[in-house]
Structures are given as C-alpha cells and as structure tokens.
C-alpha cells in the first residue's frame, strides 16, 4: 500500500536516491498490490441525478445494472456515493439522500459487482455539492470580493477549508469506509477554486505566514488548494486505516503533470482526464507521462462524442482505437459512461463496451506486467514538489510529444521532479518554458558527461537572465532574436526528406554563436520584421534574406562522452500550432543524426504510433497503434472513427540479438524475420487497431 508521503523535492529526489537501483522493482511491486492493472477493463459510471424528474432513479435494480456490467466485459467501476447535486446513494446518516430512491444503491450495487469480481470505487463529489451549498451557506466558496460565486447550472461549489469537511465530507467517507462493500474513494471535483472564506484566509495566515489576498500569485492559491486537498486525504487515509486498510484513495487530477507531487502522492491510483478533442494524441500524451510513475493513473475517456452525460454513444471503431492507445501505452483501458434518469443503464453502450472491452480482453494477458522501454524522455518543466506545474502541458510539450510520435522516437514523458529517474534513460528533451528545480541543471551536466544526448529547443533553459548548460551545448548565447519568425537550411548530412528552400519556423528564435559545438543547420533572418504599417507581401511570415545570419539554427557538441544538440528556436510549439510538416522531419533527422541505432524503427508514416514493450518474460513487445482518422469538421467536432480499414505490410526492425521468434499476437502467428546486424528486420502482414509483435529472444 501505497502511504501517503510527504516532503520537498529534495526529499524525494534523496529519498529516489536512497532506493537508488530498486525503483523499479518497487513501482511494480506497488502497482500490483493496487491490484489496478489486474482490473484494466474500467468504467466511471456518472450518476449526477437531481431530485425533480418524477422517475429519478425509479428502476434501479442490481441485479440488472450489473449484468450490463458484465456483458460489457468491465472489472472496475466507480459507483456514486454522492453527487454534484448533493444527493447521496446510500442510506447516509449525515447528508443528505435523493429522495427518489428507496433502497440503498451503493451497497446493493457494490455488493453485486463483488460476487461478479468487479472491483468498485465509491464516488464522492467533494467540492460540488449544491445541496450543501444550498442549506449551510456558510459552507460555501467566496469570492475576493465577499461574494458567492454565482452557480453556474445546476452545480455549486463548497469549500473544503470550511466545517463542510468535518461535518458532512469526512463523516461520509467514514460511514462508506466503515460500512460498504467497495475497494475503494473516487474523490471527484478535489478543489474548491480560489477561495477567500474566513476558513481559508485563517489558514492560508497559519501556513503561510501573510494574508490571502488576490495580490498573492494565482500560482500560489492553486498550490494552497491543492494542498487543502491534500490535507483532506490525509484524513481520508485516516479513517481508512481505522476502518478498513484495503481502500484505496483515487483522486481526480492526481497524477496528472500539473498537479502537484504533493497532492498526487497522497493517492494509490490517479486520474487523468484526456478525452479527445480536435485529436487522438490525448491519451498517448497521458500514457507516457504517468507510466513513469510509481503509481498507476487511470487514462479515461468516454463513450460520449462532446462531453460529460451528453448520452451519445462513441461507434465501437472509435472507442476501441482509444482504448488501443491507452494499452498499447503500458496503460488500463477507462471510459466514463452515464446512468439513466430512471436508474437503468443503455443496452446498447454495453453491447459497444462487449466490443471494445473484449478487445482489450484479448490482449491484457500478453501486456500484463509488460513494461515500456526507456529510451529517450522528454523532460517536462516542473519546478517544485509542492506547487502546480502550469505550464508542463503547454504548446511546446504537446508539439513535442507530436513531433516523437509522428517519428517513432521511442519515448516517455518525464517529469523534472524525477529527474533521478534519468540515468535510465539515453536520451533527453527539452521544450519550453525553463521552469525547473535548480538541482536539474547539474543533473543535466554529468548525465550528458557521463553519455547521454540532450537535445534543448528555444527557451528551455533560459531563466532569471541566464542561459542554463552553454558550456554543454558548446555555444555563446546572445538574445532573444527580435524577429517572430524565422527561416532555416540543415546542413546536407541532415537534409532527409526536407525541401530544398529556406523553411518557416513561424516562432521565437535565438541567437547564439557556436563556441565548440557544430553547425547542423543555418538561420535565415526574414526580409523585415512585419508590422500593421510596414510588411512584405505575407503579413506573419515574410520571404527569406538570400544570405544567412551569422548564427546557428540548430547546434551539436560533443561534451565528455555525451552529445548535446540545441535548436535555436520555440520549434516544438510552432509545429503544435502550424503543423508545418518540415519541422517535424527536421526534428526526425536530429534524432538520425544523433541516435543511428534505436531500439525500434517502423516504415510507415505517424497514423502509426509506436511503443516498445519488455514482457514480464523478457520478451520484446512492438507495439503497433493505429489512428485512422476521418475527416475533421467544425472546430468544435471531434474527427470521427466510424471503421477502421487494416493497413498491410509494415516494415520494421526491433534492436535485438539471437531472436528465436518473431510473432503477431495475441493470435501467435508466426511472421518470417531476418536478422540484421543488431536488429531484427520483419514486416507485420495486417495492423486494424493496435498490433503487438512479439519478438522471442
Ligand atoms: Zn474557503
């Protein structure tokens, strides 16, 4: 079990370091006794009921609920204890039940799930209550202005700093732990937002030492609410350990790279949100950032096209694609789903859920234990244990993760705070903005010393006035370049399938000389820095100077036995907001350049995405995941997968010797390989959504 721990980043990182080579053994260890990844089948199943719709809740039976459960192939599911509206689903002494229904939901369902062997987790909506809110005013959120903030639909927030918690949250969890059949707390809406109640302001004076006001940093006020939470779980683990040890604490955001280590530490499993929006790169983005954890995070969408309870209903070829992305990330399969008004389930989701579930079915055994392969790392920027990191999840990583993606860079998203975690890796990426622990930088330094290749793109390690590592990257930073675009020509050993023409980089550039480090690419200034009375034909991105600038566009320097290449400019958010395609293949043939020798490499174009696993059995896992997406319409849709047509014959080769067996699973059939040198080149006959190649060593 998982203890909730606390600290600053030093005592993690010195803590990481004390466990020194044993972390990895004990993040398995810890996920199995959480027993989330022998449960990846997971369905959130939303239960916000009001009180007015005569039927409300009127044809609940257990029995029935969880025969749909059954059918739909699920072995985990978040029941509701209380929702938003404040209503409870079970006989509660304390709050406040839905006046709708006569038997107790929570227990009967809970009860019927655990003689089916599915796990359940009781939802409790923490900082939503509009029952509380409206029956103890003095529970509610305030306003820097005094104000209540107006409720907004049918929810209405309450604040966890006020006696809300120890009059009605705390002693319902504790009737729950005490009393019901779950395995676990969903905690759902963990933060109050920024509140100035008297509560608040009392304790923000204690803990703090001044007075909470809006002229403290909005940063800080998000750390103190995340930190209220985090109080409210140690409670919460309180009462666990007194009532019933086995539950486990789940909390919504926990987990995630913005929310603080100190708030996701006190949970045993988290959850991060990625429903897809105008894209499918949500979950893998997720995926490679929370499997570097010690603790599993659930990745959850839903079965609903435009949000929360909308009742539409994703086509199987959709929901399944997603779900391939999840497992084929090292990750469970999760999807929220919706009760109807009166208690029942759709038919019909459960019978999409048969599809999509008993895809995963069929292949949770093979990926079992299965863990990711470290390779390279992109270094998310966080900078302290204990705050929000607001800007880990900004353009420049998300362009970042699309570049990789799209290249088949073999890569998890890491971050800054496990900076320990590094020496596993070859490989590291720096985006943007510098927002990092000072421990990070000499970190950098004798990992590139000692080997590894780092590769720094625009600002990423600039801060305070200061440029971080030039002696690193072998280079003698300038300025910031005062044009907002920029042009750029690689040098010929890194022209690959890049035009021949001076191409856009519609971002931030820098200038800085080379002092050691080797051109790989040359910076062209524009003709003249557009403004609204003086431009050049196109308004944002003017024609190129016919000579290049004295500087650098991309570098690379040798620096003991390590390699550090710089790109002078903000290129992973321009390729995020542009999709201009040249960026991209720059970013592929500066992985080339550096890394000749992969751990995996696939023929084919970034529909695919690719993820190396090692089984439990040492075999080697290549994990095919196909996105086959239709078009896109208006901005607000998100793109459609009604089917998915197989693609064929797809060369790839896995960095391994003396292979015995090369095979496609989970149907075991054999595929002919040859080896070559250090790799094992083969081609995979059939992908639809996800292929898993396995190669027997
Ligand atoms: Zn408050």
């Known amino acids: 079990?998982?203890?909730?721990?606390?600290?600053?980043?030093?005592?993690?990182?010195?803590?990481?370091?004390?466990?020194?080579?044993?972390?990895?053994?004990?993040?398995?260890?810890?996920?199995?006794?959480?027993?989330?990844?022998?449960?990846?089948?997971?369905?959130?199943?939303?239960?916000?009921?009001?009180?007015?719709?005569?039927?409300?809740?009127?044809?609940?039976?257990?029995?029935?609920?969880?025969?749909?459960?059954?059918?739909?192939?699920?072995?985990?599911?978040?029941?509701?204890?209380?929702?938003?509206?404040g209503n409870s689903f079970y006989d509660t002494r304390v709050g406040h039940k839905h006046t709708g229904l006569p038997n107790d939901f929570l227990r009967e369902a809970a009860e019927e799930c655990r003689k089916h062997g599915i796990r359940t987790l009781a939802y409790y909506s923490l900082s939503t209550d509009k029952w509380a809110y409206d029956h103890y005013p003095h529970w509610r959120k305030v306003a820097a202005?005094?104000?209540?903030?107006?409720?907004?639909?049918?929810?209405?927030?309450?604040?966890?700093?006020?006696?809300?918690?120890?009059?009605?949250?705390?002693?319902?969890?504790?009737e729950i732990a005490r009393d019901y059949p779950v395995d676990g707390f969903f905690i759902d809406i963990p933060l109050s937002g920024r509140c100035f109640c008297r509560w608040c302001k009392e304790k923000f004076a204690v803990l703090h030492g001044k007075e909470l006001t809006e002229s403290v940093p909005g940063i800080e006020q998000d750390a103190f609410d995340y930190n209220s939470t985090a109080r409210f779980l140690k409670e919460l683990r309180h009462i666990i350990n007194t009532h019933n040890p086995e539950l486990k604490i789940v909390t919504n955001r926990g987990g995630h790279?913005?929310?603080?280590?100190?708030?996701?530490?006190?949970?045993?499993?988290?959850?991060?949100?990625?429903?897809?929006?105008?894209?499918?790169?949500?979950?893998?983005?997720?995926?490679?950032?929370?499997?570097?954890?010690?603790?599993?995070?659930?990745?959850?969408?839903?079965?609903?096209?435009?949000?929360?309870?909308?009742?539409?209903?994703?086509?199987?070829?959709?929901?399944?694609?997603?779900?391939?992305?999840?497992?084929?990330?090292?990750?469970?399969?999760?999807?929220?789903?919706?009760?109807?008004?009166?208690?029942?389930?759709?038919p019909a989701v459960y019978d999409m859920f048969n599809k999509?579930?008993?895809?995963?079915?069929?292949?949770?055994?093979?990926?079992?234990?299965?863990?990711?392969?470290?390779?390279?790392?992109?270094?998310?920027?966080?900078?302290?244990?204990?705050?929000?990191?607001?800007?880990?999840?900004?353009?420049?990583?998300?362009?970042?993760?699309?570049?990789?993606?799209?290249?088949?860079?073999?890569?998890?998203?890491?971050s800054a705070l496990d900076i320990d975690k590094l020496d596993a890796y070859k490989i590291a990426v720096l985006t943007e903005p510098c927002s990092f622990d000072p421990a990070v930088f000499p970190k950098l330094e004798q990992?590139?010393?000692?080997?590894?290749?780092?590769?720094?793109?625009?600002?990423?390690?600039?801060?305070?006035?200061?440029?971080?590592?030039?002696?690193?990257?072998?280079?003698?930073?300038?300025?910031?370049?005062?044009?907002s675009v920029s042009h750029f020509k690689p040098e010929p050993a890194l022209a690959g399938a890049m035009d021949d023409l001076p191409l856009q980089c519609r971002a931030k550039s820098y200038k800085v000389?080379?002092?050691?480090?080797?051109?790989?690419?040359?910076?062209?200034?524009?003709?003249?820095?557009?403004?609204?009375?003086?431009?050049?034909?196109?308004?944002?991105?003017?024609?190129?100077?016919?000579?290049?600038?004295?500087?650098?566009?991309?570098?690379?320097?040798?620096?003991?036995?390590?390699?550090?290449?710089?790109?002078?400019?903000?290129?992973?958010?321009?390729?995020?907001?542009?999709?201009?395609?040249?960026?991209?293949?720059?970013?592929?043939?500066?992985?080339?350049?550096?890394?000749p020798a992969p751990p995996c490499r696939a023929d084919i174009s970034g529909i695919v995405e690719t993820n190396l696993m090692r089984a439990a059995n040492g075999d080697l896992l290549l994990n095919l995941i196909?996105?086959?997406?239709?078009?896109?319409?208006?901005?607000?849709?998100?793109?459609?997968?009604?089917?998915?047509?197989?693609i064929t014959q797809i060369a790839c080769q896995v960095k391994a010797a003396g292979v015995k067996q090369v095979r496609l699973e989970p149907a075991g059939t054999e595929i002919a390989f040859k080896q070559d040198g250090d790799y094992v080149a083969f081609s995979v006959p059939q992908i639809e959504y996800l292929g898993i190649v396995r190669v027997v060593t």
């Open 1 to 85: 079990m998982l203890h909730c721990r606390s600290g600053t980043t030093g005592d993690i990182l010195r803590r990481n370091r004390a466990h020194g080579g044993r972390v990895k053994e004990d993040s398995r260890v810890k996920k199995d006794s959480n027993g989330f990844y022998s449960h990846i089948r997971q369905v959130h199943m939303d239960f916000h009921m009001p009180e007015f719709p005569k039927n409300a809740i009127t044809n609940f039976d257990a029995k029935a609920f969880v025969k749909h459960l059954v059918h739909g192939k699920i072995n985990m599911v978040a029941l509701f204890a209380k929702c938003h509206f």
């Open 145 to 174: 202005d005094g104000t209540h903030p107006p409720v907004n639909g049918p929810w209405a927030r309450v604040c966890i700093n006020t006696p809300y918690r120890e009059e009605l949250a705390l002693p319902q969890c504790e």
């Open 257 to 346: 790279l913005y929310s603080p280590r100190s708030f996701s530490d006190c949970n045993d499993f988290g959850v991060w949100e990625s429903q897809p929006k105008s894209n499918y790169l949500s979950h893998s983005f997720a995926c490679r950032a929370v499997r570097t954890l010690d603790m599993p995070v659930q990745v959850m969408s839903v079965r609903f096209y435009q949000g929360w309870g909308d009742l539409s209903l994703k086509p199987t070829a959709q929901m399944t694609t997603e779900f391939a992305a999840m497992i084929g990330n090292g990750c469970a399969a999760t999807s929220g789903d919706q009760v109807n008004v009166d208690g029942t389930l759709q």
């Open 356 to 414: 999509s579930f008993g895809f995963v079915e069929a292949r949770e055994a093979i990926l079992a234990g299965a863990e990711s392969v470290k390779h390279a790392a992109i270094l998310a920027p966080v900078a302290r244990y204990d705050y929000p990191a607001d800007v880990a999840e900004g353009p420049a990583m998300q362009g970042a993760h699309k570049a990789l993606l799209e290249s088949h860079v073999q890569f998890d998203i890491l």
């Open 447 to 483: 990992w590139v010393k000692k080997g590894g290749t780092l590769v720094a793109a625009g600002s990423s390690l600039i801060e305070g006035g200061r440029f971080h590592l030039q002696e690193v990257l072998g280079i003698d930073f300038i300025d910031p370049s005062v044009f």
């Open 513 to 595: 000389f080379c002092k050691g480090a080797d051109r790989l690419a040359r910076y062209y200034y524009p003709q003249t820095e557009c403004t609204p009375d003086h431009a050049f034909r196109n308004p944002q991105c003017p024609p190129a100077n016919d000579e290049p600038s004295p500087y650098p566009f991309a570098t690379l320097n040798t620096y003991g036995k390590g390699k550090a290449v710089y790109i002078a400019a903000s290129i992973f958010e321009a390729y995020w907001r542009y999709n201009h395609h040249w960026l991209r293949q720059f970013v592929e043939a500066v992985f080339k350049h550096v890394d």
């Open 626 to 646: 196909h996105y086959q997406v239709g078009h896109q319409g208006a901005r607000e849709a998100i793109p459609a997968i009604e089917s998915v047509h197989p």
